[in-house]
């Protein structure tokens, strides 16, 4: 389970990394080099969680996608200095339950 977090945590770094500096380049004017950043750490995003001991990929992106909205939230709150309110944090926390229970949930 450890294991899988971090995957997941990884993964989603390089995802809303690559994405921020994509962003940056684009609208904020920054060098070619960030756009070019950004695209590698996109990429290894999908190397990343292709690492995942589960056997399906659809769950384990359609969790994954619960653990992305949280990292998310946090790098608006961190990066962008953009602070969560109540309803970012419940909608955060409801998408980790469904995470938890794609992931985790007893299988017939």
Known sequence: MVSALLLFLL???AEIGGGYLIWIWLREGKPFYFGIMGALL?????????????PA???????YGGV???????WGWSV???VPDMYDWIGACIC????????????G
């Open 96 to 107: 980790l339950v469904g995470v938890a229970v794609m992931l985790w949930g007893p299988r």
């Open 42 to 54: 996109l990429a290894s995003y999908g190397v990343v969680a292709a690492f995942q001991t589960f």
């Open 57 to 63: 990929f659809g769950r384990v992106y359609a969790a």
């Open 80 to 82: 962008d200095r953009k």
């Open 68 to 74: 992305f909205i949280v990292l998310s939230v946090l």
């Open 11 to 13: 993964a989603g770094l």
